[in-house]
């Protein structure tokens, strides 16, 4: 079983609606989470990042974590034809080895206009 | 803003070359690291890096060796490619701690 587990879509919404997307994960250790979008033939791009349970807001974007489910998410607000792309999500635990992040798969999201 | 450089972005050459990925950051990091990514999967970590002579092998099992002589580059080198070393190979560099990771727009390399 991996450590993070992402389902990989595709995902295909109408542009304007709210995608939520999410990830579990196994390992309780891990207290810090990103999401990172990564664009067809680019580079994961840091979204957001948050340390331990709550949300986090930045614009359109909400970072949601539950550390008593394992589960992470992430919710796009008035989605638009340019967020589509992958979505990586990604944790790591306190002083790991070489701070080693663990990514999910990705989610493949496209916003149809 | 993370500033971080690969070169080159795509390269094709054939059996038994070698080959050198080049990767610059200029925030003054002193982790590195260089993942492995084919279309559609997952990142692998291959190599990281604590700092300048540091340097570890990643979970995945790889061909390639690094070096780290200075704290900006970590460049990957392949000493005689193969088709099974086609691939993305992306470099990130962070803060330490538990830092987010920032990642370069990859390598796209291809072995005939």
């Known amino acids: 079983q991996k450590e993070v587990e992402q389902d990989p879509g595709p995902l295909s919404v109408p542009e304007g609606a709210i995608v939520s997307l999410n990830c579990t994960y196994s390992?309780?250790?891990?207290?810090?989470f990103m999401w990172y979008r990564q664009y067809s033939r680019k580079g994961p791009e840091l979204l957001m990042y948050t340390y331990s349970s709550g949300n986090k807001e930045d614009g359109r974007f909400t970072a949601q974590v539950d550390k008593s489910s394992k589960y992470i998410s992430l919710f796009i607000r008035d989605s638009q034809p340019s967020d589509s792309a992958t979505y990586l999500c990604?944790?790591?635990?306190?002083?790991?080895?070489?701070?080693?992040?663990?990514f999910g798969s990705g989610t493949r999201l496209s916003i149809r206009p | 803003e993370a500033d971080i450089y690969q070169t080159p972005r795509y390269l094709v050459i054939g059996t038994g070359k070698k080959i050198t990925l080049e990767c610059s950051q200029t925030?003054?990091?002193?982790?590195m690291y260089w993942y492995q990514q084919d279309p559609g999967m997952e990142l692998h970590l291959i190599h990281y890096s604590y700092g300048v002579n540091s340097t570890e092998k990643g979970d995945l099992s790889s061909e390639s060796t690094v070096s780290r002589i200075r704290t900006e580059h970590f460049p990957l080198t392949l000493e005689s490619a193969r088709p099974s070393h086609t691939s993305q190979y992306l470099c990130?560099?962070?803060?330490?701690?538990?830092?987010?990771?920032?990642f370069g727009d990859g390598t796209r390399l291809s072995i005939l």
């Open positions: 925030m003054g990091h002193d982790k």
């Open positions: 390992n309780s250790a891990f207290q810090y």
């Open positions: 990130a560099s962070s803060d330490g701690g538990n830092q987010p990771q920032h």
């Open positions: 990604a944790m790591t635990a306190p002083l790991s080895s070489a701070s080693k992040i663990i």
